[in-house]
């Protein structure tokens, strides 16, 4: 099973050239989450969707944009990218509030300069 | 506002020994908290949780303690392995919504 799987894994970008993170998930999943983890900062919420179609605000959602067309999938959008975004980047997915265990993905490692 | 906080940013410990990480909460919305374990180059992965209801929950070697009014928990771990050299995150949850908010974590490092 290959769970929730993000692509691509590593990617340098410049300032303000734009991107598409995406996150697949094979669990069919409900809730979908794009998460950002810097030095000394933990995991942060960027942006979250709990089913298809919907799409919510986390703590840090400035510069970000994301879209659930489909139930598998979460896209997360950089516009135009900023080296404050250079981070790594962790989908995470869940089939309901009940559930105990939040899946990740491996991550995105996510370099602006 | 920090609502889940780590403050140790670090831990060493000898093999066989036992291994305490500490986390302190803020928000009294807060009824469910997990650990989740994450090496280098991977996704965090599930570890151990606890309800609100509960004081105590034990899996294998780990076992998470709460305190609701201290709004405090802790993860042991014993005997400590150096595979379980990773940085360690607590999260926790509350309301409708399953948002997980999550400390700053721990590292970990346990020498053999």
């Known amino acids: 099973n290959a769970g929730v799987t993000q692509t691509p894994k590593f990617r340098v970008l410049k300032t303000g050239q734009s991107m598409t993170l995406l996150c697949a998930q094979d669990?069919?999943?409900?809730?979908m989450y794009w998460y950002r983890q810097d030095p000394g900062m933990g995991l942060r919420l960027i942006h979250y969707s709990v089913g298809e179609g919907t799409t919510a605000k986390g703590e840090v959602p400035d510069g970000y944009n994301v879209s659930r067309l489909k139930k598998q999938n979460f896209l997360l959008g950089l516009e135009s990218a900023a080296p404050s975004q250079t981070s790594v980047y962790f989908c995470?997915?869940?089939?309901?509030?009940?559930?105990?265990?939040?899946?990740f993905g491996s991550g995105t490692q996510l370099s602006v300069l | 506002d920090q609502q889940v906080k780590q403050n140790s940013p670090s831990l060493s410990v000898q093999e066989g020994r036992i291994s305490i990480l500490n986390c302190d909460y803020t928000n009294s919305m807060f009824d469910y908290f997990l650990w989740y374990k994450k090496y280098p180059a991977e996704g965090p992965t599930f570890l151990i949780s606890i309800s609100s209801i509960k004081d105590k929950n034990e899996d294998g070697r780990f076992t998470v303690f709460l305190n609701k009014s201290a709004k405090h928990l802790s993860l042991h771990i014993v005997p400590s392995q150096p595979g379980d050299s990773a940085v360690y995150f607590c999260?926790?949850?509350?309301?409708?919504?399953?948002?997980?908010?999550f400390g700053k974590g721990t590292l970990l490092t346990v020498n053999p």
């Open positions: 999260a926790a949850s509350g309301g409708s919504n399953y948002k997980l908010t």
């Open positions: 669990m069919n999943h409900e809730y």
């Open positions: 995470a997915s869940i089939q309901s509030p009940t559930n105990e265990k939040l899946f």
